[in-house]
């Protein structure tokens, strides 16, 4: 099979109208939204079958994350909350027992969500021990051990796999003999002198990873998801796959690996004022080892082609999900949503990795197709990663919790209902204190939060302890000028200060009981025999 083709797809074959029986959403790990072509594209790299999602359904153009870190954004994907209330801040920090997320919503009507790929999701197991409680239901147990998920397959592909891993079974039967295939083949490769080169280090990014392209991360999920949707028939189904590409180690498989040279893939975008006087915070981040190495030009052009070489395998693979699906009859009754978990500043800023609120890392691909919704959809409103679970709901046909959900359905945007979502500004926060930033800062645990607030033309960063930082992105779309201590600005920061304050005291706190529950006891005292409050 060639999977590498400059050929544009094929027509997707599809009847708008139709009832959602399916679902299928997709998520990338730190891909960058500039680097799809419907978004702009980068250099020489083209995504076609990305492209073609996104003219057979909506391209929103102002989707955000609510953290630019794993494990909070992807709890706020499948919470449909903001970390400032499902209380996940950072990577490997527990889910609290009392959040539900996309499968505990599905559950009660029949249906699972099934899981291939990574989630970050660990849950709160501390909290079952210290109250002496045992899940005896089996599938209620998978769902609070796998947040919310049915595991088909959890790959996180950050480490190597344990002994009963599928992908490692795989990797063996395929002849990858080894203690440690994914070390030694997936992001393993041979240097020049026909010795391992550890795939960890950034020099050794252009080189090709040992591993078969079939046989690679993006291409053997992909086949699974498509075994899985074959094998399900007529059943509904809903399946979450979660592609760890293209996120570190930055190693792609033959022809990946080469496709791009430094050349044809863009630069970064950072300002000497970035350098020679940033905002504090910027300036501890600018100090990490991973920062350190992209503000190196040998380095960004070396690791930035083989990140555009990931991307294009992910676009490939794309158009092998699509053709199935159209092969199998399920584009007429599949809601289909394609995004990212957040992006990646490859340089950008003199930083690497991700974290910070420029928009590199904070702004992602959001693309959604609806059956019974018009393709070709060019959407300016502004969407949040909260807005995964509500549409889910509703495309489903199932209720909305809406006492704890604080994303908001897009069905009626997409389906001509309503003309606009109607938000007017998207939020962000960072808890740094797990970084050595914190060290760098002298800053205690508690003292780490960061704030973002970002509305039709500026963006606000409010940092605790430090003075804030304030970007006018329509004369500055690149975010190199911090207007966050010009005078002339301070209206424009008392303004956005106010909007971040009005969405704080707007938090879904209360998320024990629904609106009806509330309702009915309000001053439910009056119904009471012989209570009498206040009563002369």
């Not at 791009?260 to 600018?286: F, I, K, T, W």
Request: charged letters at 25%; a negative charge; proline letters at 7%.
């Amino acid at each position: 099979m060639d999977t590498h083709s400059s050929s544009e797809p094929g027509p997707v074959q599809g009847r708008h109208g139709r009832k959602v029986r399916n679902v299928l959403f997709v998520m990338c790990d730190q891909l960058r939204a500039d680097h799809l072509g419907c978004y702009g594209g980068s250099g020489a790299l083209t995504t076609p079958h990305i492209d073609r999602l996104a003219a057979q359904g909506a391209r929103f153009d102002r989707a955000y994350v609510t953290s630019a870190v794993c494990g909070p954004s992807r709890a706020s994907f499948y919470t449909g909350r903001y970390p400032m209330s499902h209380r996940v801040t950072w990577n490997r920090v527990p889910l609290p027992l009392d959040e539900l997320s996309l499968g505990d919503y599905l559950a009660p009507a029949g249906l699972e969500c099934s899981l291939l790929g990574k989630t970050h999701v660990v849950p709160h197991r501390a909290a079952l021990q210290e109250r002496g409680l045992e899940l005896d239901d089996a599938a209620a147990r998978t769902r609070f051990l796998e947040g919310g998920f049915t595991p088909l397959e959890r790959y996180e592909g950050h480490f190597e796999m344990a002994a009963d891993s599928p992908y490692r079974a795989h990797l063996l039967a395929r002849g990858y003999t080894s203690e440690r295939p994914w070390t030694d083949h997936v992001i393993g490769s041979v240097g020049p002198d026909g010795q391992p080169a550890n795939g960890w280090l950034l020099r050794n990014a252009g080189l090709a990873a040992r591993v078969r392209e079939e046989d690679s991360e993006t291409a053997y999920l992909t086949t699974r998801a498509i075994d899985f949707i074959r094998t399900r028939g007529e059943q509904p189904w809903v399946l979450h796959l979660s592609y760890i590409k293209p996120h570190w180690p930055y190693k792609a498989p033959a022809p990946y690996h080469a496709l791009y040279s430094a050349d044809e893939v863009a630069p970064p975008v950072r300002g000497q004022a970035e350098r020679q006087n940033p905002h504090p915070v910027h300036a501890a981040y600018q100090r990490l080892e991973e920062s350190q190495s992209f503000a190196r030009d040998e380095v960004w052009r070396t690791v930035r082609p083989v990140y555009a070489g990931l991307v294009k395998q992910i676009d490939d693979q794309m158009g092998r999900l699509m053709a199935a699906l159209s092969e199998l009859g399920r584009l007429d009754d599949t809601l289909i949503v394609f995004t990212a978990d957040h992006g990646d500043f490859l340089g950008d800023h003199w930083l690497g990795e991700k974290e910070y609120f420029f928009e590199p890392v904070q702004r992602v691909p959001f693309i959604v197709c609806d059956p019974s919704a018009a393709p070709g959809q060019v959407r300016q409103d502004f969407v949040e990663c909260i807005d995964v679970v509500p549409t889910v709901l509703e495309a489903l046909g199932l209720p909305l919790p809406e006492h704890r959900l604080e994303g908001r359905s897009l069905l009626p945007l997409l389906r001509g209902q309503v003309p606009a979502l109607g938000r007017e500004a998207v939020f962000g926060s960072l808890d740094y204190a797990y970084r050595e930033a914190r060290h760098f800062l002298s800053r205690q645990p508690h003292e780490c939060t960061g704030w973002m607030v970002r509305d039709e033309r500026h963006k606000l960063i409010v940092w605790e302890g430090y003075g804030p930082q304030l970007f006018d992105l329509q004369d500055d779309p690149q975010e190199l000028r911090d207007l966050g201590s010009d005078a002339a600005h301070e209206p424009v920061r008392r303004r956005l200060k106010d909007q971040l304050l009005e969405w704080m005291l707007q938090r879904r706190r209360r998320a024990t009981e629904t609106t009806a529950q509330v309702q009915d006891r309000t001053h439910a005292h009056e119904r009471m025999i012989n209570i009498l409050i206040g009563r002369w």
